[in-house]
C-alpha cells in the first residue's frame, strides 16, 4: 500500500532566530533581577516582593524551558517514538503551569497567614527593588513589542508583560504605604492579589494543554464538518469510527472508515480524491482512512470512535 503522508514541517525562519537571541538576553536579566527581588524581599520582610519575584521566575523559566523543548521537538522520529517529539513542548507546558499553580497556593496561604498576624516590612528596600522591576519588566515589554507586529504568541507575550508590570506597580504602592503609614496589611493583600493573578494566568492556560495530551479534537475544522466533507465525496457512502486530533498545536491528524458506495469502483482512487479534498477544504495532510465495501462494512459502528467493546481499533 502506498504511503503518502505529506507532513509540514515548520522550520524557524532566520527572523525567529534574531528574535531569539533578544528573547535569550531577556530571560538573563529576568532571573537575575528574581535573584535580587528574592534576597531582598527576605531582608525586607516583604512577602508581595517574593511574591512578584516568583512570578518573574516562573515567566523566565518557561521561556527557557519552552526553547529547550523546541530543540527536543525539532528530533525526527525514531524507532522508540514513532510520532516523534513534537510533545515535548506540550509536556513542557503542563509542568510549568502545574509548578506555578502549586507555588501561587503555597504563596495565598502564607499571605492568609500574615493577614492575621502582619509583618513588619523595609519600606525603601521595597519601594528601590520593585522600581528596578518595573524598569526592567517595562524595557522587556519594549523589547517584545518591536517583535510583536508580525506574531500572535509575541503580541500575547507584550501583553502578558505589561500586566507584570502592574505587579510591580502594586509591590511600589505597597512600599510606599509603608513607609507613610506603617500600614502592614497591605503586603499580604498585594501578595493574595498577585497570587490570584496568577492562579487566574496558569488556570486559564493549562486547559488547553491537557486537552492537546487527551487527543481533544481541534476546534477547526470540526468533527462533523470534516465528516460531511468526506460523505459528500462522490462514490462515498457513509463514514464511521473517526478520530480526529492534534499531534502539536497546528498539526492535525485524522483516522476514519470510509464505507464505499458501489463495489465496482477502486478503491486507491477514492482514498487519493477524499485526501485531496482534505487537504484542499481544511488544509488536513495527515490522514489514514480504511476503506470498507458496501457489503464488508463494520456493523452498527458510531460515527465518533468505537465502541469499547468492538474488537476492531
Ligand atoms: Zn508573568
Ligand atoms: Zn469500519
Ligand atoms: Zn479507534
Redesign the pocket.
Known amino acids: 500500500m502506498p504511503h503518502d503522508h505529506a507532513h509540514h514541517h515548520h522550520h524557524p525562519d532566520p527572523a525567529a532566530l534574531e528574535g531569539d537571541a533578544r528573547v535569550g538576553w531577556a530571560v538573563a536579566v529576568n532571573i537575575a533581577l528574581t535573584l535580587v527581588q528574592i534576597v531582598a524581599g527576605v531582608l525586607s520582610g516583604s512577602l508581595a516582593l517574593i511574591a512578584d519575584a516568583v512570578?518573574?521566575l516562573?515567566?523566565a523559566l518557561s521561556l527557557v524551558i519552552a526553547f529547550v523543548a523546541r530543540r527536543i521537538a525539532r528530533r525526527p522520529a525514531d524507532a522508540g517514538m514513532t510520532f516523534g517529539y513534537g510533545r515535548a513542548e506540550v509536556v513542557a507546558a503542563l509542568i510549568n503551569y502545574t509548578t506555578l499553580i502549586v507555588i501561587a497556593l503555597m504563596l495565598a496561604s502564607e499571605g492568609v497567614q500574615r493577614l492575621f498576624d502582619p509583618q513588619p516590612v523595609a519600606g525603601w528596600t521595597v519601594v528601590i527593588v520593585a522600581g528596578v522591576a518595573l524598569v526592567i519588566d517595562l524595557v522587556t515589554a519594549l523589547l517584545i513589542f518591536r517583535m510583536s507586529r508580525d506574531s500572535m504568541n509575541m503580541r500575547a507575550a507584550f501583553l502578558?508583560?505589561l500586566?507584570?508590570a502592574m505587579?510591580s506597580v502594586a509591590v511600589i504602592v505597597a512600599g510606599v504605604l509603608i513607609l507613610l503609614y506603617d500600614w502592614r496589611l497591605v503586603d499580604p493583600v498585594v501578595t493574595l492579589g498577585i497570587s490570584a493573578y496568577i492562579l487566574w494566568?496558569a488556570g486559564t492556560e493549562i486547559g488547553p494543554v491537557i486537552r492537546l495530551l487527551m487527543m481533544g479534537s481541534p476546534a477547526s475544522p470540526g468533527v462533523h464538518d470534516v465528516a460531511d466533507l468526506i460523505r459528500r465525496v462522490p462514490g462515498v457512502a457513509d463514514v464511521h469510527h473517526l478520530h480526529l486530533w492534534r499531534m502539536q498545536e497546528h498539526e492535525v491528524a485524522l483516522e476514519a472508515h470510509v464505507v464505499l458506495s458501489d463495489a465496482e469502483q477502486r478503491p486507491e482512487q477514492l482514498r487519493a480524491e477524499i485526501k485531496r479534498t482534505l487537504d484542499e477544504v481544511f488544509s488536513l495532510t495527515h490522514a489514514t482512512l480504511e476503506l470498507e465495501s458496501p457489503g464488508q462494512a463494520c456493523t452498527d459502528a458510531p460515527l465518533i470512535g468505537h465502541h469499547s467493546t468492538s474488537t476492531k481499533t
Request: glycine share 10%; no cysteine.
Open positions: 512570578h518573574n516562573s515567566d502578558h508583560n500586566a507584570d505587579g494566568h
